[in-house]
């Protein structure tokens, strides 16, 4: 038998006891062994409900109890996240987690102290909701020498995007519809600025290079500046609107970045609607993969937490490998970045922003007179920021378009 305890009774970890409870024989055959929810933590009560014959309110009884072999982090937050999960592994216990903040900021070392221990530090959770894509980097794809990972990592922001686009709506009519629906929280910051996405691409970045990369240094620019008219243009060139995460290696140089991105429809990202993920990755053996499914929810994304569950019953004194070293991935300066940009402009001549930025693609609506767009050629961040400012002010919009 093997014995796991639960942090957190929220909407991933009730999506745990369910799915174990429901697939109770086949997670138990595939795993090898009966696996047991022998506590529960959480300071609230749910009277009626069964768990309560295993809930505890002491992180004390679970870290004390040697019989406790996994602990599953579904609490989310820094701390006490950090701190029982790293007390847990010190303890010689096996540890999964969705909690993309937690990897993203101490990944290197929770890791490192499991290979000490011989023991499993495993978030497959924590990137994409149920999509297995940290799985395939860490097993399928290590024949490959991955140089871009791609994706759309928040269903909250894609959610709102595909609004925005297929019914004109406004970002704050789509927001408070997408927080009615309890795909957005009351604050809803770390989703509409980036920064939930940008953890995700760290993670999956430092796997898929093997080094470490700190989220902090990504650039990120979150959907709040994106409009209806944004939208309108997107259409008019057969293109769409979505917030992209990306890391690229450039010859001997890596770059990453959160933005919103102009896509055309020969992407496969291009169809990746609603609140579902997508992830693309280019491989120099493989070729192009793609990866979608549900990004979040309380079930797809505790399937992904009891199938670590399950690996790590499987491996419970060996440790699985995983190409993630401590050793920094530095990233090229933006200004060096290479792309193309979109450009709303007013109150300026098609004569003079041909002078600036060269041969353009230029875009008119008839029902926005006064204003234009133009495509520029791809140039580094650095040389379209210099050429911007002799459009005087006229700029309403720029957004990056990828190829």
């Not at 970045?257 to 280019?282: E, K, R, T, W, Y």
């Not at 070729?287 to 199938?307: E, H, N, R, W």
Request: proline residues 3%; charged residues 25%; hydrophobic residues 40%.
């Amino acid at each position: 038998m093997v014995n796991i305890a639960v942090l957190g009774y929220g909407t991933v970890g009730s999506g745990v006891v369910e799915v174990i409870n429901t697939n109770h024989k086949s997670i138990n055959k595939r795993a090898g062994e009966d696996i047991n929810i022998k506590y529960v933590l959480d300071l609230r009560e749910f009277p009626g409900d069964p768990v309560q014959e295993v809930l505890v309110h002491d992180y004390e009884i679970i870290a004390n109890d040697p019989e406790v072999d996994i602990v599953v982090e579904v609490m989310g937050g820094i701390e006490p996240a950090y701190t029982f999960v790293k007390r847990a592994l010190e303890a010689g216990k096996s540890v999964c987690t969705s909690n993309k903040a937690l990897v993203a900021k101490h990944g290197p070392e929770l890791m490192e102290i499991a290979r000490e221990r011989d023991i499993n530090f495993l978030f497959e959770a924590s990137c994409g909701g149920g999509i297995p894509i940290i799985r395939a980097l860490n097993s399928s794809l290590t024949a490959d020498e991955i140089d871009e990972i791609t994706g759309i990592l928040n269903g909250t922001t894609n959610y709102m995007l595909y609004k925005m686009s297929t019914e004109g709506c406004q970002f704050d009519t789509v927001l408070k519809e997408a927080q009615a629906k309890g795909y957005a929280e009351a604050d809803p910051t770390a989703d509409v600025e980036g920064y939930d996405a940008c953890r995700k691409i760290a993670i999956l970045s430092s796997l898929a290079y093997g080094k470490f990369l700190n989220y902090e240094d990504i650039y990120t620019e979150g959907i709040t500046k994106i409009t209806p008219e944004d939208m309108e243009y997107a259409k008019e060139l057969g293109m769409t609107i979505k917030l992209l995460a990306t890391s690229r290696k450039v010859e001997d140089s890596f770059y990453a970045m959160v933005a919103p991105f102009l896509l055309g429809q020969n992407s496969p990202l291009f169809s990746v609607n609603d609140v579902f993920n997508g992830v693309f990755i280019h491989g120099n053996v493989l070729g192009d993969a793609m990866f979608y499914g549900s990004g979040a929810g309380k079930l797809p994304t505790a399937s992904a937490v009891v199938a670590d569950v399950v690996d790590e019953a499987k491996h419970l004194h060996r440790n699985i490998m995983t190409n993630w070293t401590s050793k920094p991935l530095h990233l090229m300066e933006m200004n060096e970045v290479k792309g193309r940009f979109f450009v709303r402009v007013e109150g300026m001549t098609v004569e003079h922003v041909k002078k600036v930025f060269g041969d353009v693609k230029i875009v008119n609506l008839k029902n926005l007179p006064g204003e234009f767009a133009f495509i520029t050629p791809c140039m580094k961040q650095g040389e379209y920021d210099k050429k911007a400012e002799e459009l005087n002010g006229s700029v309403l919009t720029m957004i990056r378009v990828k190829d």
